[in-house]
């Protein structure tokens, strides 16, 4: 099985791309969806006891976490220390399973791949890429966004030029989501029989 990492900055179409590569039958893996599976259940504990005032209710309170780790880095870290590990092994979990499947193909959706060396964690990283007055209409057509939220969380990732120098395949979304999806077409058949080293690691792993 090949594992395939999907990645790009905000607004660039990770989504939508990951959508249609379930509707073609492919797994895929959403690290945000895994964050708020974990605020709901087996980070709260951990995340409690180290920011206490962002629970609500038994749960993580996302808005008051991001406040509580707002402008302080060291935070961050203690929180990314945290989470990562979760997510990771929820991802392992993940394609173990799709292994099992007889899966071909199966995709890790992680926004912040490269900013947090996970794609060592993958065969082949895919980086979703469009001009930049698109992704700005993109993002500040969001419910609660504002120019300033965008260039905070533009600080967080990689440039998309960055990105797209390190990508093994770059998907331009930037004009219709036809021409998108035709490019994720004709990479899949480029990966077509291509055998992926991360599944063979973790067997490996699994043994010992």
Do not use: W
């Amino acid at each position: 099985m090949l594992v395939i990492g999907l990645t790009g900055s905000i607004g660039m179409g990770k989504s939508a791309a990951a959508q249609y590569l379930a509707e073609r039958g492919v797994p895929v893996c959403d690290a945000d969806a895994e964050v708020h599976r974990l605020y709901e259940g087996r980070a709260v504990p951990a995340v409690a006891a180290a920011f206490p005032a962002a629970i609500r209710e038994g749960k993580v309170d996302r808005p008051l976490l991001a406040k509580e780790v707002a402008g302080s880095p060291e935070k961050l870290m203690q929180l990314e220390a945290i989470v990562h590990p979760m997510v990771t092994k929820a991802e392992i979990e993940f394609l173990r399973a799709q292994e099992r499947r007889g899966a071909k193909f199966a995709v890790l959706e992680i926004p912040l791949l490269f900013e947090t060396g996970a794609e060592t964690r993958v065969d082949v990283t895919i980086v979703m890429s469009a001009p930049p007055e698109v992704q700005k209409a993109r993002v500040l057509a969001r419910p609660g966004m504002d120019e300033a939220k965008l260039q905070s969380l533009l600080t967080r990732q990689l440039a998309d030029e960055v990105k797209r120098t390190r990508a093994d395949y770059v998907v331009d979304s930037g004009t219709s989501v036809e021409h998108m999806r035709a490019q994720i077409d004709k990479i899949l058949e480029q990966l077509e029989g291509r055998k992926g080293r991360v599944t063979e690691r973790l067997r490996h792993e699994n043994e010992a």
